[in-house]
């Protein structure tokens, strides 16, 4: 008998039985199918490696770009900063010639293929972000040759955060040869109520209580109906320095300048910007040197970098007319930018603002635990004879560069403008018949801005976009970069008040000492029984009311 005659007879028996045939069918389909997909993934699979190989090793081509692509090419500047890189095969040795030959298509070369050309002086550090194209590679790259070179070789695996940071926004802008960068926490204080709105205060910082303190100032303030600020002057400085061959070409130079020169001066430096205009001219003159302070706006800008490139175009202007005029330095200190400075308490620098708040007598009471009296009585001891003792320029306060310096790490401002910036003069008084207290800080040398600088980084413009000043004033320029300046004099009212009130009641020294000490960060002292009991019991310490934590 035939294969196919058994198979039909097989057939006819099982095709009595509906049950055993529909299992059967099912079977043969399912094994069908099974078939015809193992069959298809051997064709496909050799195909796969082949091309995941290529994929690793080739060096891609780029193919001619679109009109489309041309545009995106023009308007992103640099290249992308976070494009992925593909290592070489593992176990793939290049010599270093081989290596620097791919040199430009760093995606198949290793990183440390690259720290080897590096190393070997056929490419500069500082030229890592250009050549690679992937600004997170490039630092993680001169981490290690930083790491390699150094004392301690600790950088390579330290804690300094690298990932996930917007350094195209940094790259050639903010900082060189990067590294990683620095979390700093940030804290708000507020809301308070500054000129009818109320403001959060973003503070970064690592001092514990600084914001804890800010924030009781804000709540007191806040009950008093709130703080008052007013802009009494904009003008950020340069002060060039000039030399001429004697005094009377010196003398006739600032005649010149402050008479019929000014004009020409001003015309010649508010040429170079929409935004600079000249304010005022300060000349003085030390022996054959002149020295001549602009004094001019700039827009919601810091301005530094506007304000030398006007300086630059007036003195060529002024050199037109003294060619015997010899250029010393773009900036003779005459500014003065980061430095102490008594013509910047005097004349000002920035913006010039001061604050203003009446707090009464039961919130200071109830909220700083503390009296009126010993609040303006601290206030003359501390900040005004006791500054004047310490032969102080501006410092006649308690810390205002305390929350002045969070606020501008916070916001982008340069950090350390704080030395000007925080110029401060804290005044306090007894009013409505001795019942309240009424505090203004007086602060003429705030420098800030919402455009440019640190200021372009993500974090920082969440910070400024927080308080609502993020960039240029849409109609007002330089009302956003004034708004900022007297938040700021707000707030370190607020900082003056608190710290003023702790001092007056005791409370310091014992509020940092609880609140800003980390247990867990050192070891528990070892407890020494005394001989002898204390003559009363000893009660727990606990946090002082009315403390920076405490409201």
């Known amino acids: 008998m035939s294969p196919f005659e058994n198979i039909s007879d097989v057939y006819a028996v099982y095709i009595q039985y509906p049950v055993i045939f529909k299992w059967l069918a099912i079977g043969l389909c399912a094994s069908l199918f099974l078939n015809t997909y193992l069959f298809n993934v051997s064709k496909q699979q050799p195909k796969v490696i082949i091309q995941k190989v290529i994929e690793r090793v080739e060096v891609p081509v780029s193919a001619p770009a679109t009109k489309k692509q041309e545009r995106s090419i023009t308007k992103s500047s640099g290249p992308k900063p976070s494009r992925k890189h593909a290592h070489p095969p593992t176990g793939l040795i290049r010599t270093l010639d081989e290596a620097f030959s791919l040199i ?91 000129d009818g709105d109320l403001i959060h205060i973003p503070m970064a910082t690592t001092e514990g209580c600084l914001v ?17 600020t007013i802009v009494t002057a904009d003008g950020m400085t340069r002060g060039p320095c000039v030399e001429f061959p004697n005094i009377t070409r010196a003398a006739d130079c600032k005649r010149w300048i402050e008479q019929e020169g000014e004009d020409i001066v001003t015309e010649a430096f508010n040429s170079t910007s929409r935004f600079a205009r000249v304010r005022k001219l ?10 001549i302070r602009f004094s001019t706006t700039t827009g919601d800008a810091m301005g530094m970098n506007m304000i030398s490139k006007g300086c630059e175009k007036a003195l060529s202007k002024i050199s037109e007319r003294y060619p015997d005029m010899q250029i010393i330095s773009l900036s003779g200190n005459y500014c003065t930018d980061k430095k102490p400075a008594a013509i910047n308490w005097i004349e000002g620098r920035g913006k010039s603002c001061v604050s203003e708040a009446v707090i009464p007598g039961s919130v200071v009471q109830k909220v700083l635990k503390t009296t009126v009296e010993a609040l303006v009585e601290l206030n003359i001891s501390k900040n005004l004879i006791g500054s004047a ?17 969070a606020v501008y790490l ?61 960039g240029p004033h849409p109609t007002e320029p330089g009302a956003n970069a004034r708004r900022l300046a007297r938040v700021i004099c707000a707030s370190v009212m607020a900082g003056e008040l608190s710290l003023c009130a702790a001092l007056a009641a005791g409370h310091l020294v014992k509020a940092h000492m609880a609140h ?20 009363t019991p000893v009660e727990k310490e606990g946090p002082i009311p009315g403390s920076c934590i405490k409201s």
Do not use: W
């Open 104 to 194: 430009s298509t760093p995606e198949v070369l290793s990183d440390e293929e690259i720290i080897s050309i590096v190393q070997n002086g056929k490419m500069a550090p500082y030229a890592l972000e250009k050549v690679l194209g992937d600004f997170e590679r490039a630092v993680h790259i001169r981490r290690a040759l930083i790491s390699r070179d150094s004392i301690t070789h600790s950088l390579e695996g330290s804690l300094l955060p690298v990932k996930n940071y917007h350094y195209d926004k940094v790259m050639g802008a903010c900082c060189e040869n990067v590294i990683g960068y620095m979390p700093i926490p940030v804290g708000v204080a507020g809301p308070m109520n500054i």
């Open 212 to 228: 804890a303190s800010t924030a009781r100032g804000c709540k007191a303030i806040n009950a008093g109906g709130g703080a008052t």
């Open 516 to 535: 800003n000490r980390n247990g867990a960060a050192v070891a528990a002292p070892t407890v020494i029984q005394a001989s002898t009991p204390p003559a």
């Open 410 to 470: 916070a916001t982008g401002q340069d950090p350390a403008q704080n030395v000007e910036s925080s110029n401060c003069i804290t005044l306090m008084k007894a009013v409505n018949g001795g019942k309240d207290l009424h505090i203004s800080c007086t602060m003429p040398c705030i420098e800030v801005g919402t455009i440019g600088g640190g200021t372009i980084l993500p974090p920082q413009q969440a910070m400024l976009d927080f308080i609502g000043v993020r």
């Open 389 to 405: 003792m310490a032969g102080s320029v501006g410092g006649f306060n308690a810390h205002a560069a305390n929350i002045l310096t």
């Open 282 to 291: 300060k000349v003085a003159l030390a022996g054959r040197l002149v020295y």
